[in-house]
């Protein structure tokens, strides 16, 4: 974010004070001042947020909320994008009022195409990656196998310690002589 930031409800309340939609949009153009460039590694980690809270569930499990996806989408247009300053805990309530007084197509206008296409792209590919990586078959495969394998590497410790104890005192010269072919012995 750069020093531009502007505080959300002193933003909306100048924003009521508008009769016209023409003076509020001017009003917007000279107070929001967008960022022209947010860095390729930002945009990755914003885009790891917006997944880590939206694709999976309070107990890590994978549930995709699109809802939060949009909101959270949304939160990261407006705090890093545009610089307003919101609080995160009462953001439903600040995006229902920026939507109730009609300026949120303005306000993502004046993001740069290019940033929008990058934020978009980045989410997409990171949203694919979630995917692929874990639940296509193939990661499927793994993923279940890895959680089968502690089992498994247990339960053939506890069979080799088994077969172990039972050939302990066996004579091993009597089990060579008793699987030898009978035309070598």
């Known amino acids: 974010m750069n020093d531009n930031t502007i505080n959300f409800d002193e933003f909306i309340n100048k924003i009521k004070s ?15 001042h967008p960022e022209e460039y947010v860095p390729f590694e930002v945009v990755c ?4 947020q917006i997944l880590a809270t939206s694709y999976y569930d309070k107990d890590g499990n994978f ?16 705090t890093h994008y545009l610089n307003i300053n919101m609080n995160s805990t009462k953001f439903i309530e600040q995006y229902n009022e920026i939507q109730r007084l009609g300026i949120n197509d303005t306000l993502v ?10 934020l978009d792209a980045v989410l997409k590919m990171k949203s694919d990656d979630i ?17 089968f394998y502690p089992a498994i590497a247990g ?24 699987v030898k072919p009978d035309d070598v012995k």
């Open 155 to 178: 339960a053939m410790t506890d069979f080799l310690k088994t077969v172990d104890s039972a050939f302990a005192n066996v004579d091993v010269n009597k089990i060579v002589e008793f």
């Open 131 to 147: 995917i692929a990586n874990n639940y296509e078959m193939h990661a499927f495969i793994k993923n279940e196998l890895a959680k």
């Open 109 to 118: 206008g004046l993001v740069p195409e290019s940033q929008i296409g990058t």
């Open 63 to 78: 549930h995709i909320d699109s809802c939060k996806k949009y909101l959270n989408y949304m939160y990261i247009i407006y």
């Open 18 to 32: 508008f009769k016209s939609i023409d003076a509020r949009n001017n009003y917007i153009k000279s107070v929001i």
């Open 45 to 48: 980690v914003l885009c790891d």
